[in-house]
C-alpha cells in the first residue's frame, strides 16, 4: 500500500512561516489525490488541505484558509503544504493523507473527521508566543 513519509516540521515563531513536504512510495506509479490534517492533544484530527491529482482542484478548511497553500509535484509523488502567518493554534502534528481511490477530492473522505486509510506518520509543529 501506500506509504507516506512528511518531512519539514519545527519550532516557529508566531508570525513566521514554514513549508511541509510528502512523499510517497510503495504506490508511486499511482494517482490519487493528496492531502493534509493535524491533530493536537486532546482533539480530532482536523482536515487542513487537499489537492487532486492534476492539481486544479484544491480544498482547504476553513480554519487555515488563505494563510496555508497546497501545492504538488506529481512526478515526484510529492505535496506541500505552505504555512504562513502562523499562530501558536496551529501547534500540532501534522500528517500527509492519501486517496488511492480518487484523483480528485472527495469531500466526504477530506473532512473532519477524517475517511482516510493511508496515513504518514506525521511531523510535529510547535509555534510559539
Known amino acids: 500500500q501506500v506509504q507516506l513519509v512528511e518531512s519539514g516540521g519545527g519550532l516557529v515563531q508566531a508570525g513566521g512561516s514554514l513549508r511541509l513536504s510528502c512523499t510517497a512510495s510503495?504506490?508511486?506509479?499511482?494517482?490519487?489525490?493528496m492531502g493534509w490534517f493535524r491533530q493536537a492533544p486532546g482533539n480530532e484530527r482536523e482536515f487542513l488541505a487537499a489537492?487532486?491529482?492534476?492539481?486544479?482542484?484544491?480544498h482547504y478548511g476553513d480554519s487555515v484558509k488563505g494563510r496555508f497553500t497546497i501545492s504538488r509535484d506529481s512526478a515526484k509523488n510529492t505535496v506541500y503544504l505552505q504555512m504562513n502567518s502562523l499562530k501558536p493554534e496551529d501547534t500540532a502534528v501534522y500528517y500527509c493523507?492519501?486517496?488511492?481511490?480518487?484523483?480528485?477530492?472527495?469531500?466526504?473522505?477530506?473532512?473532519?473527521?477524517?475517511?482516510?486509510?493511508?496515513w504518514g506518520q506525521g511531523t510535529q509543529v510547535t509555534v510559539s508566543s
Open positions: 510503495g504506490r508511486t506509479f499511482a494517482s490519487y489525490a
Open positions: 493523507a492519501a486517496d488511492p481511490s480518487n484523483t480528485v477530492v472527495v469531500p466526504r473522505t477530506w473532512s473532519t473527521p477524517p475517511e482516510i486509510d493511508s
Open positions: 489537492i487532486s491529482w492534476t492539481s486544479t482542484q484544491k
